[in-house]
Structures are given as structure tokens and as C-alpha cells.
């Protein structure tokens, strides 16, 4: 019978992590990837967390697949033809330790399972997992639509994405509102190094991300981006399916849009569009979070809607998440028990750790910001006008620009239910 | 009976991109895999392998990336995987990589007496068709093109279809021989899970040019007499404009336009 | 090197009209003049001229003479002839450097032979040079006068029974032995079943370089050495490869890319027979039976129109219509992958990197994008009619008559049109 210690269904890097710390620790530990190989299928705007890695693989960096790591962080309040700016940058962050690094996940997940396989995890492409063997109220195993395609484990780890068929197969959680997922959308377009490093203003072999809110989504729920690799620039944007099917606008046509805007085109003009891609991206948060652990099962990554929506991190979620897993199990190992009770330290160390800490801090605003699309129409276009009028040079005195401005930014909605909703967003984020 | 398959790692054909900027290729992008024809190869062996009984061996010239379509060959039903892989390799033509194949080929028999050899008919990334009769030539074997089914192997002696353009013929051959082979050989199979599994722990065999004690001036790009001079985006051919108007009135002048020409 | 015109020349023109280069033209002077870098010599030119005006350069003219009355345009005789004449090649200034392997299948020539005739006239003029053929076969010499009238200088031929039926082994021998004896500096073949099978061997028992597959071929005049241009990745770029240090430089190219010449009849070649001792008992392999497809052949490569459908056409339906223009016409219907793929169209109709290689007159594209895998297929297409929704695809910018709509309301059209005109052109043609 094919036995092993834990089933990792997916090779992202929620799965990657799970089987890296069980290799490590000499668990027998199998990893199935539907794609010609891990990577091949993966899609993410880019951004790899320094930290969540390094909890993993010390000093990955000497030794990882990367792009550029990141000095300045942009982010971008849209107009029409105008921009609100604000950002940080840090040279620091272009030395070790380094904070995060744009990462292309086709070459990066492809070195991280190298590293699993290394570590003594046996991966295998090309398969696809259709559903979990249950016996008796546990999870013991997984089938596959290869012939003589059961494998069995004591624990199976879930790690297959947004639309985690196995979970739903499960009753763990439910098909998505589209509401709760986002759809992302991002192409690569090919430029020079330098001329990269002279559009953004950054030394060699630095890089830059720019979050774009307002105009660049059409003011539907989401945000666009900007990352810079080493030969490429990746753009894309982000919305709400929910978002986008009442807007009747195809996602290819809002990401041209985008290219097109005034602002962004200087930054990519004359490159090539030489990929294209296209995502879901669970957005519901806190609230959707299904349950993490049933009896020999355990779920992680997008699969367990860990993404953080505001923050637009999700691979980190992914990884801690993947890392927690496995180490749940290493003290099930060690008792020779599977079950509910034995593998929920997961869940508990899931959420006292940042994953669900910073989920639950934000659980309602995501919601807050969809129910109303003021927030992104309304109030971020205001920004906008607030700046033009606050810094155009006119000869009205700056009192009375104030004045002006704050009747503006209140005036489109009336007083009071602008401070309301104001607050209640500010409140649903503290 | 002993059959060595030679396969190649080639760049999936339908995603390769040209930077138009500097007309070199973005090779980065498209993923490797077991180039189509090799793998119809691999699954007539395994076929053969399953009526007469015996082994099958894979050989491939490449960087260590190459492992992965070993693997996938021991997926497939193969029984040994050899990965010839050095850095002198580097930059060798048909001529070149025929030699290095022939020399790890020639390496494998000195344990195991080969008795027919593989090659899918070309590469998919060169479609030079070449290395495959160079090998034969090589290892004097007589060679066989294009073959599009195997009819028997009997009393050492191979019958097999070779496809022509407007048919095919039948030619018989003693074994052992080298044999380049059509896609309509073999039917693709769906490895089973325990095959995969033992793919997926399979330790490629790899040899760098010492083991098989080929010469280094006949490889690399020293060892190979043509060189590429240059790489240039095809002409592209420029139409005219736009016939436009009526249905009636486009097709008319169409038509005026063809019957002029074929006049 | 060039023909010479005296200045007897009454500027009548007909040379001009003559020549299958373009090398001559009237001049100022209301004499005929000739471009030396276009001219190759081909004498045909001498043979027009009312008033013998045009002669060869007096290099040449001595070794016609000594060879000429010989074996001029002979075909099957061959006990008068040197069995080897390499003391006369060493002689010759224009010795044949460029050397073509003659394919047939039973004394059928193959049509790309002809091709790589006209291609190699065009090296051997730029190299000073002339243009030998190889001709392997059982009793092939019905086919000297056609590879002689299309540009051969020089025939090679091996008569022999084994050669027969075509196997890699003899013939390979044969080549070899062949360019062991006459170093040839450039040995072109076609990129067929045949060509392919054979170059590779060939190229390995010489250890020499082989571009394969080639569609653009010209020669480095400086360093006097072949570059061969092909077509790599599925045609989204070319590469041009060179072959240094070794002789000859070997390419196969592809059919129905090269021009042949023009045949010219009673040109002047020489014929040299060689033995090359051949047995059929050390050839282990055996030809059994060739087996031809009943089903009638689809000559998409030697169709002067044709009608091709991608996967714009969606249905089965629309190739039927597609076989209706193809039948009023007279043409041949073929497709892209996309065609071939839905199931809409066999395999062996396909066109393209995949398929066949085509050069009609006439090429109408019913919804077809233009990838490049199928573009490099078709685009030697004297016309192209692409019809297509989309203005902007590839195949509606290289069309010569791009027309922008759905094919399902043009075909129609079409049809209704071409079988009224042809209708009244057969009417026409009855009554004369």
C-alpha cells in the first residue's frame, strides 16, 4: 500500500513550506502538484516576505531565485490625470537582512521544491487530486485520477489553492461569493535594467513596488500595482469579482486602461507585454476563514482564505501558515494520534500568531469598502482634489483653500454621513 | 533485448517568445519538456520492452534540469535513466552531440549489449533530424527513418513501416539497428501513481566526459563545425489596404482581381 | 566573369527578353549591356542574338570548344566519356563547387531537385563557379536532359541496381565516395523524407557541418563560404549558420522555397559516369513492399490555388463551403492546426511548420489569425486574400486583399461570383 506520513496536496509555497520542515525533520512526506512542476501554475504579483522565508531557509537569499529586493514602498491615490503620493524608502533594505524581494514564482517555487527534495520530500507532478479518502469520520488518505491512484497518510495537508476542491469535497468550506474573491490580473513587460532603474530612481539592481488606489481600478474595490524585477516590470490590478461583473468591464480591458493612464505609461513605455496572467485571490478575510483542522486533515495557504486584503500579503500568510502545519503534526508524530483534537495546535498557534491577528484586525473593513463603494469612488478622487487645491498656486489664501477642501470632501455626501462612514472605516481598521 | 531511447529536453515550441527589442529568444519563460516525438519513442520501447520482454534505457545530453524528462521516462515505464552532463558539452551541434550520444551509448553496452536504438524522428526546438542517423553512423548501425510502426522482431530481424510522403514501405533489418521514429508509433499512456512515485524517486545515473571517455576536441563549440552567425527576426511580408464597402461590391472586385491574376 | 556583346549590336532586345536573370538591358547607347554581377554565363543569351553579337569571355570559350563536340546534351551513352575526369576538373577555372544530390523516386525527378538547381546556379555565380549534380539511381539517365535544360554544368552519375530502391546505406556510400574524389565545397539537398534521411549520414561520415532545413542561402563573398539561413523555433526567428573549417558545406533545404531556372534547352553539360562498386548482398536492409495511400494525394504543394480555413470557421459546415469555391476555382482547400485541430479538416490538408509548404498563386485565408507556424507555411503565396473580423491580425497584414468581415457572409458571395464568371468563360472558351 503506498503509506506515507502526510499528503501535502498542491506545491505552492503554503505546501513548499509544509514539506520543507517535514523533510527536515525526517518525516515521510509526499507532495502532489497538478502542473508540470511546482511553480508552473503559480501566480502572485511578485512579492516575496524576507521574514516568513528566512523562518524557513536561513540567509535564503544567498542562494534563491530573485528579482530585485525592495528599497521603497510607492503608494499611489489616483485621479484622472493626477496623483496623490506617499511612500517610504529605506536603503537599509537594500543590504542582508533585507525586508521583501520581488520574486518570479515559476523560477522561485521551482528552487523552493528543489530545496524540499533535497530535504528529503518526494514530489510528484502532473497529478491531480480529485478528492480525500475518508474512513470513518478521518481523513486517511487521497485519490488521484492516475490509475491505481490512492495514496494514504496519516495526515493530509491542503495546500491547493483558492478553489480548494478538496476542502469544499469536505464540507470545510463552502464555493466562494464573489464577493470573497478577487481577481487579479498581471502582465510582464519586458525593459532594459537600467532603464527600469532610471524610470523608478533606483540604484542597481534595486527594486520598487507602487499600490495604486482609485482611477487605476476604475473606483471599483481593489488596487492596482506596479513591481519592478530584475528585466521586467510587472503590472496588474486586483478587484472583486463581484465588483467586476457589475461593471461589465473585462478585467484585459481595465489592465490596458491602466497601462494607458498618463502617469503609468512613461514608467513602461516601449516594453514588451511578454506574459499574461490571470488569478483568484481569496479576499474575504477574517469572516471566511473556513475551519483549519478536521480529523487527519489540516488546511493552509489560499486554500484556508489566509490572504490579507489590505495589506495585499498572502504568501507569507501561506508560509507561516505551512509552517505551523507541519509542526503541528511533528507533535502528533510523536504521540501516533490524528486526530481533531491532536492536530488543532494548529489552529490555535494560527490564530494567536500575526496570520489571524491581522485578519481579525481588518475583518470588517473589506466588507465596510465593498458595501459602499464611496470609499473608492467617492472619497479617494476627493484626496485628489483636496491636494490640487491645497498646492495649486492661485492667490486665495491657504485658510480658505481648507475650508474649501474639507466642504468638498464632505460636501458629496453630506456632512454628517461622511464623518460616519469615515470613522466607521477607521474604526473597523484599528 | 536491450533498447536505449535518445531524448531531449526542448523548450515547449507554442510558448517561446522573441525579445523584438535585442531578436534574442526568451527561453525563460517556456517550460522544458520531454520533446514529443522522444516520448512517442520512450512508449514504443516500453511497448516492444512489454512483448519480448528485457529493458529499457533513456540517454539524454543536457544540464542537470535534463533529470526531469529522465524522470518522466521512468514514469513511463523505463528502466534506467543516463544523463551525460558537462560543462565541455556546451554549445555542440548535431555532429557534437551525435558523438557525445554516441560515446555514452557506447558506454551502456560495455555492461549491457545494446540491440535497437530509439530516437523520435526530430527535436522539436532544432527539427534538424540529424543526430538521430549520425548516431547509426556512429555506431554502424543501419538506420531506419521515420518509422511509423514496428511490424515484428523475429530471429534477430526488425520489419518495420517507414512513412513516405505519399505512403509507406515496408523494410526489414537486422538488429541491432537505430530506428527514428513518427509520433504515430506508439499511443500515449497515463502513468499510474506508484510509477510516478517511482519516478519521483528514481536517482538519474549522470556522466560528465571522463566516464565516457570521449574527446574533448570533438564537442562543444570548438568540436562542432557550424557555428551560428547570426539570429534575425523572419521578413515580414506587408499587405495592402483593406478592401472595404458592401458585401456585393468587395466580393466584386475580388473577383475581378483573381481572374486578372489567373488570366 | 561575363558574356561579351560586340559592337555588331543593333539593340534589338531579344537578349534582354532572353535572359532568366535580368543581366542585360539596352543602354544609352541603344546597345545591349549586361550587369556582370547578375550575369552567370548561362549562355542563352548567345543563342538568341540575330546578328552573333554576344560571346563567351575567352576563358571559357576554350574548354567549350574541347568539350562541346563530344558529349553536348548526351543522354545515354556513355563509352565515349572519361569514367573519371578529375585531371580535367583540376584544369577547369570553373571548377563545379556547388554540388546538388538529384532526388528521384523511379526516375521521377523530385520537384525541390530542380529548385536547389536554380539555387545553387546563383551560389556558383557568386563563387565563380558552376554547378555539379549527383544522380544515383538504376538506369537513371532519363533524367540528364531535364537537370542539364534547368542548369546542371556538370552530371555525376552512379548506375546501379541496388540504388533502385532508395536505402540511406548505398546511397550514402556513393555521396561520399563522390565528395572524397572532387571536394566539392557546398553539397545542397532537399529537406524531404530522402533529403533528411541522407544528409545527416552523410555529414557524419564526412565529420562535417550540416544546416538543415534551410530557406535563404547566399554566400559570404569575401570569405567565400555558405550561409545557411533557417528557421528555428517554430519560425518566430531565423538563424543564419555558418560551417568554417570544413568542406563541403552541407544544408538541406526546403522545397518549394528556391526558384528553379527557366529550362533552356541543348544547354551545355558535362556528363561523367562513375562506377562505385555497389553489392546488394553487403546491404543488411531490404525494402519489402512499398505500400501508396489509395486515398488520392493532396497536392497542397503543387496547387496554384488555394483555399484555407482556420479556426475562425468554427464548423464543419464552412469547409464544406470552402470545398465548393475550391471546386469552382479549381483549387485545392487546406488550413491551419487550428483547422485540423477542431476536427474540421484532415491532417494531411494542414499548412504550416507542421504541414506542408505551399506557393499557390492564389491564397485565400477564411479566418485565419496568421501565427507564425502556419504563416511560414504560405507565405511564399504570390496573392493573399485573408477575410477575417479582426483588421488587425496577422494574416489581414500581409494579405494583398484583406477584407474585413465574417467569413459565413463572404463565402457565399464568393461562391455565387466565381461560378458566374467561370460559367461565362467556359462559354467563351467553347465558342472559339
Known amino acids: 500500500m503506498n503509506k506515507y506520513d502526510v499528503i501535502i496536496v498542491g506545491a505552492g509555497v503554503a505546501g513548499l513550506s509544509a514539506a520543507y520542515v517535514l523533510a527536515k525533520a525526517g518525516v515521510n512526506v509526499v507532495v502532489l502538484e497538478r502542473g508540470l512542476n511546482p511553480g508552473s501554475k503559480n501566480v502572485m504579483g511578485g512579492v516575496l516576505y524576507r521574514q516568513m522565508m528566512e523562518e524557513l531557509i536561513p540567509e535564503f537569499w544567498k542562494d534563491a531565485p530573485l528579482e530585485r529586493p525592495i528599497v521603497e514602498q510607492r503608494f499611489w491615490l489616483m485621479g484622472k490625470d493626477a496623483v496623490t503620493s506617499g511612500g517610504y524608502k529605506d536603503l537599509e533594505w537594500s543590504k542582508p537582512p533585507y525586508n521583501n524581494f520581488t520574486v518570479f514564482r515559476g523560477k522561485f517555487d521551482a528552487w523552493f521544491a528543489s530545496k524540499c527534495v533535497e530535504a528529503g520530500a518526494l514530489i510528484i507532478n502532473e497529478t491531480v487530486a480529485v478528492e480525500c479518502i475518508v474512513k470513518e469520520g478521518k481523513v486517511v488518505g487521497v485519490r488521484t485520477t492516475r490509475p491505481d491512484g490512492d495514496l494514504y497518510a496519516n495526515v493530509v495537508i491542503l495546500a491547493d489553492g483558492v478553489n480548494s476542491l478538496l476542502a469544499r469535497r469536505l464540507g470545510f468550506h463552502k464555493e466562494w461569493r464573489p464577493s470573497q474573491v478577487a481577481l487579479a490580473i498581471m502582465e510582464q513587460i519586458k525593459l532594459p535594467a537600467l532603464t527600469i532603474e532610471e524610470r523608478f530612481n533606483v540604484a542597481s539592481g534595486q527594486g520598487v513596488t507602487i499600490e495604486l488606489y482609485g482611477d487605476a481600478t476604475l473606483g471599483m474595490m481593489g488596487t492596482a500595482f506596479i513591481y519592478t524585477n530584475k528585466e521586467h516590470v510587472s503590472i496588474g490590478c486586483g478587484t472583486l469579482l463581484s465588483q467586476l461583473s457589475q461593471s461589465k468591464i473585462t478585467p484585459y480591458d481595465l489592465l490596458d486602461r491602466l497601462k494607458q493612464h498618463p502617469l503609468v505609461e512613461p514608467l513602461i513605455k516601449g516594453g514588451e507585454a511578454v506574459e499574461y496572467y490571470a488569478h483568484l485571490i481569496p479576499e474575504g478575510g477574517y469572516h471566511s476563514v473556513p475551519k483549519l483542522v478536521g480529523n487527519g486533515v489540516m488546511i493552509i495557504g489560499d486554500a484556508a482564505q489566509l490572504v490579507n486584503g489590505i495589506h495585499r500579503e498572502g504568501s507569507n500568510l501561506a508560509m507561516t501558515s505551512g509552517r505551523l502545519a507541519a509542526e503541528a503534526y511533528l507533535i502528533a508524530h510523536r504521540v501516533g494520534d490524528f486526530d481533531e483534537r491532536m492536530l488543532s495546535p494548529y489552529a490555535v498557534a494560527i490564530t494567536e500568531s500575526y496570520v489571524i491577528k491581522d485578519l481579525k484586525k481588518y475583518k470588517n473593513a473589506t466588507h465596510i469598502m465593498e458595501k459602499n463603494p464611496a470609499y473608492f469612488n467617492t472619497y479617494l478622487p476627493a484626496v485628489n482634489e483636496a491636494a490640487k487645491e491645497f498646492l495649486s498656486v492661485d492667490g486665495r489664501p491657504k485658510r480658505s483653500k481648507q475650508w474649501l477642501i474639507l466642504k468638498r470632501f464632505f460636501g458629496h455626501r453630506g456632512w454628517f454621513r461622511s464623518l460616519w462612514e469615515i470613522i466607521k472605516l477607521g474604526r473597523s481598521m484599528k | 533485448m536491450h533498447i536505449v531511447v535518445c531524448i531531449k529536453q526542448v523548450p515547449d515550441a507554442a510558448q517561446v517568445k522573441i525579445d523584438p527589442i535585442t531578436n534574442t529568444l526568451d527561453r525563460s519563460s517556456a517550460p522544458a519538456i520531454l520533446n514529443p516525438y522522444d516520448e512517442h519513442a520512450v512508449e514504443a520501447a516500453i511497448a516492444i520492452k512489454k512483448q519480448f520482454g528485457g529493458k529499457v534505457s533513456v540517454i539524454s545530453m543536457g544540464p542537470m534540469m535534463a533529470k526531469d524528462i529522465i524522470k518522466k521516462c521512468i514514469s513511463m515505464g523505463a528502466d534506467a535513466g543516463y544523463l551525460l552532463s558537462d560543462r565541455s558539452f556546451a554549445g555542440s551541434d548535431t555532429l557534437a552531440t551525435s558523438y557525445i550520444l554516441t560515446m555514452g551509448i557506447k558506454k551502456i553496452m560495455e555492461a549491457d549489449p545494446v540491440d535497437l536504438v530509439l530516437c523520435g524522428k526530430q527535436a522539436v526546438d532544432g527539427d534538424t533530424a540529424q543526430v538521430g542517423p549520425g548516431i547509426a553512423r556512429r555506431l554502424n548501425f543501419p538506420v531506419l527513418t521515420y518509422v511509423q510502426k514496428v511490424e515484428s522482431i523475429e530471429a534477430g530481424t526488425i520489419i518495420v513501416q517507414r512513412k513516405m510522403d505519399n505512403g509507406y514501405e515496408i523494410v526489414s533489418c537486422p538488429l541491432p539497428c537505430l530506428l527514428t521514429v513518427e509520433k504515430d508509433i506508439s499511443e500515449l499512456g497515463y502513468a499510474s501513481l506508484p510509477e510516478m512515485i517511482r519516478a519521483a524517486k528514481y536517482d538519474v545515473i549522470t556522466w560528465g566526459v571522463n566516464i565516457i571517455a570521449a574527446d574533448t576536441t570533438k564537442m562543444g563549440l570548438k568540436g562542432s563545425p557550424t557555428s551560428v552567425r547570426k539570429i534575425f527576426a523572419p521578413e515580414e511580408r506587408v499587405g495592402g489596404e483593406p478592401l472595404e464597402g458592401d458585401i456585393k461590391t468587395v466580393t466584386g472586385i475580388l473577383v475581378s482581381k483573381v481572374m486578372e491574376k489567373l488570366s | ?432
Open chain 3, 1 to 432: 566573369m561575363t558574356v561579351n556583346i560586340a559592337q555588331t549590336c543593333i539593340g534589338c532586345g531579344a537578349c534582354v527578353a532572353e535572359c532568366p536573370y535580368g543581366a542585360i538591358d539596352i543602354g544609352p547607347e541603344s546597345t545591349a549591356i549586361v550587369n556582370p554581377s547578375v550575369c552567370v554565363n548561362c549562355e542563352q543569351c548567345i543563342a538568341v542574338c540575330p546578328v552573333q553579337a554576344i560571346s563567351l569571355p575567352p576563358e571559357l570559350r576554350h574548354i567549350v570548344k574541347d568539350l562541346e563536340p563530344d558529349h553536348h546534351g548526351s543522354c545515354n551513352s556513355s563509352t565515349d566519356l572519361p569514367a573519371s575526369s578529375e585531371a580535367m576538373a583540376d584544369m577547369t577555372p570553373t571548377r563545379d563547387l556547388v554540388w546538388v544530390l538529384a532526388e528521384h523516386e523511379n526516375n521521377v525527378l523530385a520537384s525541390v531537385t530542380l529548385e536547389l538547381i536554380g539555387a545553387a546556379t546563383d551560389l556558383a555565380r557568386k563563387l565563380g563557379s558552376t554547378v555539379g549534380v549527383l544522380l544515383l539511381g538504376d538506369n537513371p539517365e532519363c533524367l540528364i536532359s531535364t537537370l542539364q535544360d534547368h542548369g546542371a554544368d556538370k552530371i555525376y552519375i552512379v548506375n546501379h541496381h541496388v540504388l533502385a530502391n532508395y536505402r540511406t546505406e548505398p546511397f550514402m556510400q556513393c555521396v561520399v565516395k563522390l565528395v572524397q574524389k572532387y571536394s566539392p565545397d557546398i553539397l545542397l539537398m532537399g529537406a524531404t523524407t530522402l533529403g533528411r534521411d541522407l544528409a545527416g549520414a552523410v555529414a557524419t561520415d564526412l565529420q562535417t557541418g550540416l544546416t538543415a532545413d534551410c530557406t535563404q542561402l547566399d554566400i559570404d563573398i569575401e570569405k567565400r563560404i555558405l550561409l545557411a539561413s533557417r528557421p528555428a523555433f517554430g519560425g518566430n526567428i531565423m538563424a543564419t549558420i555558418l560551417c568554417l573549417d570544413h568542406k563541403p558545406q552541407m544544408a538541406s533545404v526546403r522545397p518549394r522555397v528556391m526558384q528553379a531556372l527557366a529550362p533552356v534547352s541543348g544547354r551545355y553539360c558535362e556528363v561523367i559516369y562513375e562506377s562505385i562498386e555497389l553489392s546488394e548482398e553487403s546491404i543488411s536492409k531490404k525494402v519489402l513492399q512499398i505500400v501508396r495511400d489509395n486515398i488520392e494525394r493532396v497536392k497542397l504543394d503543387e496547387a496554384k490555388i488555394i483555399v484555407a480555413g482556420g479556426r475562425g470557421m468554427r464548423e464543419q459546415n464552412g469547409f464544406e463551403m470552402l470545398k465548393e469555391l475550391a471546386n469552382i476555382l479549381g483549387g485545392v482547400v487546406g488550413g491551419s492546426r487550428g483547422a485540423t485541430e477542431s476536427g474540421c479538416l484532415e491532417i494531411k490538408r494542414q499548412i504550416g511548420q507542421t504541414g506542408q509548404t505551399v506557393a499557390p498563386t492564389i491564397y485565400f485565408a477564411f479566418g485565419i489569425s496568421g501565427a507564425i507556424q502556419h504563416v511560414v507555411g504560405m507565405q511564399r503565396s504570390e496573392v493573399i486574400i485573408a477575410i477575417n473580423p479582426d483588421r488587425n491580425c496577422a494574416m489581414m497584414k500581409m494579405a494583398t486583399y484583406p477584407i474585413v468581415g465574417d467569413a459565413y457572409t463572404i463565402i457565399p458571395e464568393l461562391i455565387k461570383q466565381f461560378s458566374q464568371v467561370m460559367a461565362s468563360r467556359q462559354q467563351e472558351g467553347s465558342h472559339e
